[in-house]
């Protein structure tokens, strides 16, 4: 479960680095590569992106010891 964690994480970064972009510069970069908002791969990004973070909420509730990986 802890790759899943990983790239769920992986991916609420992008979605906080796109957001960011929007409210500095007012550049939306999902929707540039996409080719709009309403795009069907931008809607499928911004989906997919909205999922990690629903994902990321349970690692908040998770006990410590879950997410640490022993290196032995």
Known sequence: MIILDRI???????GALNWGSIGLFGFDA?????????AVFSRIVYTIVALAGIW???M???P????VVSRD
């Open 30 to 38: 999902v929707a540039w590569i996409g080719g709009g908002q309403l």
């Open 60 to 62: 908040l509730f998770r």
């Open 8 to 14: 769920a994480l992986a991916l609420v970064i992008i």
């Open 56 to 58: 990321c909420i349970s």
């Open 64 to 67: 410590a010891d879950e997410t």
